[in-house]
């Protein structure tokens, strides 16, 4: 691996700690299988970390020590796996991978936020309007009288 390479994948560290855990054993299974990264390798990443963040950070210390073709690969994946901000700070000449990051949008100051609800989920009334539980049936419909 070129030693750029080795330098985007230091300083863009935590941001792509961030956009690869949510693909990080994908990744890291195509790796193996296309021969970048060994099987104990492989193993170590996936069942010795407790977390997706753990994984991801992980891979990136290990494609660090891979071939020559290693960044290439990794990058390939991940623009693959549609992880556009990854891949435009893997491949910066390269960038905007997709002009719009639908998916991507969350900052990292607030991707461990809740996100709050759109609307209200609606009420009893709208779901069913006059129906009510009946006793063994499901549903039945309100009397007349009752209204």
């Not at 390939?76 to 556009?84: G, K, S």
């Amino acid at each position: 691996m070129e030693q750029h390479h080795r330098d985007l994948l230091r300083s863009n560290h935590m941001e792509l700690i961030q956009y690869l855990k949510s693909e990080v054993s994908l990744i890291t299974t195509a790796l193996y299988a296309k021969g970048v990264i060994t099987e104990s390798m492989y193993e170590r990443i996936l069942t010795g970390n407790s977390n997706d963040r753990d994984r991801a950070s992980q891979l990136l210390h290990l494609i660090a020590t891979r071939g020559k073709n290693a960044f290439k690969m990794f990058y390939e994946l991940v623009r693959d796996a549609q992880l556009h901000l990854a891949a435009d700070l893997l491949r910066p000449d390269q960038s905007p991978h997709e002009e719009n990051h639908p998916s991507e949008r969350q900052s990292l100051d607030c991707a461990f936020l809740p996100s709050a609800p759109e609307e209200a989920p609606p009420s009893y009334e709208e779901l069913y309007g006059d129906w009510q539980p009946g006793p063994s049936t499901g549903f039945i419909e309100k009397s007349a009288s009752s209204k």
